[in-house]
């Protein structure tokens, strides 16, 4: 079991800007993805500059978050930045495409680290409404890196070199080491530790499979090819392996156990279903505004920040007031605004006007911010001390695979429809299948949260 005492303020400050950096990498690459294949001239591999981060971190946070349970948050938080920060330097350096995928690679491995264990730590120093509160904050991040993202990858992209916006992790990595490691004093019980080598491995083969089937499929390779069902395959046989080795180890990676709690399996199905919506959301909206309304890519960017505004907002706000209502109400009025949102978004059409996907990004991310705080609240109080990593890492693995599951089905509904270059119609067409699978999965989720139990945040003295 892990004991800190520390001082909080300077430990909660290094986490902010370790949770900071590690949201912010995913936005601001975006702005910088032209140059990039520009500068490196392969524009054929720039796809990979997204799904292998994606990819590595999905597979690598669960994994770290059972390593924080067994050998104490402060080395694997370590370990993680660590590895961030060089796999950044790294990218930096790249000097070809090949070279950039793979630094991605282990700068996504870091980053599998940094937002589980963040959580985790915060988990560990604040108890009862203090947790809320400081983990509204933390969800807050998310949506300020996605606000601000965009700008500070056009400006260094504009004025100086693609490359800084890589180099610019360095000092607030150090930064961010220097407060947690030498703040935060952790005494961890020095037992034998079992670690579960073979579930690591059949859970990274497993699910590296199964994303890379959904990555490439219906782009690199067609849904029916040899390579894409035998990588589905792959993945049906070394994740029921997986379930089997974890069902008889003594120290398992991801304790089956954790999915007999129903707190716990609703709100991992409702991250899952969430981080569905909020892909879709953040990528088909953009893509109306250019394609159908004939807006700039600039004003399509512009369209989203509402969404940025609106989600910590109220994520500060239901983490402020869970303890005093129940984190139920939170998270039952978040699923019923993002299904209200979600029907809204049915009624764009090509002479709608501009206030109208504001309105809707608006709705959608006050929603979510309904739901985030609550939900990692509730998951670490279901969770005993030592099973709170690998439960907090669960939730961050299950909305990493919701937004990759929806990229692959959203994309596969689009092809369906656009041929070619598309027209205006063919767009305004597919992407309405899309909006129509949007609001389901969000009527799903509706469905789930009645299924929580009456107060999901036990209060805690603290």
């Not at 392969?42 to 390593?67: D, H, Q, R």
């Not at 904050?137 to 300020?144: G, K, T």
């Not at 990528?283 to 309304?293: D, G, K, T």
């Not at 993002?338 to 959608?364: E, F, K, Q």
């Amino acid at each position: 079991m892990s004991n800190i005492k520390t001082n909080r303020t300077l430990v909660t400050a290094g986490l902010l800007a370790a949770l900071f950096i590690g949201a912010l990498d995913g936005t601001v690459v975006n702005t910088a993805t032209k140059r990039i294949a520009e500068d490196l001239n392969n524009f054929s591999m720039i796809s990979w500059i997204f799904s292998i981060y994606t990819l590595t971190t999905c597979v690598t946070t669960p994994i770290f978050g059972k390593l924080a349970d067994l050998f104490g948050r402060k080395t694997i938080f370590s370990i993680g930045l660590v590895l961030f920060l060089a796999g950044s330097v790294l990218c930096g350096a790249a000097h070809s495409m090949t070279e950039l995928i793979w630094f991605r690679a282990v700068q996504g491995i870091g980053a599998g680290a940094l937002t589980p264990v963040t959580f985790t730590i915060i988990g560990d120093m604040y108890t009862g409404e203090q947790r809320g509160k400081v983990q509204g904050v933390l969800s807050s991040m998310w949506s300020i890196a996605g606000l601000i993202g965009p700008f500070v990858g056009g400006y260094f992209v504009d004025t100086i070199s693609w490359r800084w916006i890589f180099f610019m992790n360095v000092p607030v990595s150090v930064v961010s080491f220097v407060l947690v490691f030498g703040f935060l004093h952790e005494r961890f019980s020095k037992v034998h530790k079992s670690i579960d080598y073979a579930g690591a491995a059949t859970f990274t083969i497993g699910v590296s499979s199964l994303l890379l089937a959904l990555l490439t499929g219906g782009k690199n390779y067609a849904w029916d090819s040899a390579v894409i069902l035998s990588l589905f395959a792959a993945a049906a046989v070394f994740l029921a392996v997986f379930l089997i080795i974890e069902s008889r180890a003594k120290e398992p990676m991801l304790p089956l156990d954790l999915f007999r709690d129903r707190t716990l399996t609703v709100t991992y199905a409702l991250g899952f279903f969430g981080f569905c919506v909020v892909a879709g959301i953040s990528l088909y909206i953009p893509m109306w505004v250019q394609a159908v309304m004939g807006l700039s890519a600039t004003k399509s960017g512009l369209m989203l920040m509402p969404m940025s505004m609106t989600w910590p907002i109220a994520a500060n706000l239901s983490g402020r007031f869970m303890f005093k209502y129940g984190a139920k109400p939170f998270m039952v009025t978040g699923t019923v605004l993002l299904a209200a949102g979600t029907l809204w978004l049915l009624t764009l059409d090509t002479g709608s006007p501009y206030w109208h996907v504001i309105g809707i990004v608006s709705i959608v991310g006050f929603a979510m911010g309904c739901i985030s705080t609550p939900a990692i609240v509730s998951i670490q109080n279901a969770a005993g001390d030592d099973k709170l990593g690998v439960a907090t890492s669960t939730n961050s693995f299950m909305g990493t695979l919701g937004q990759t599951v929806a990229f692959a089905v959203f994309g596969m509904l689009l092809n369906r429809v656009v041929v070619g270059e598309g027209t205006q119609l063919q767009f305004a067409d597919g992407m309405h299948l899309i909006f129509v699978a949007i609001f389901a999965i969000a009527m799903a989720k509706v469905l789930i949260s009645s299924s929580l139990p009456g107060r999901a945040a036990k209060k805690q003295e603290g």
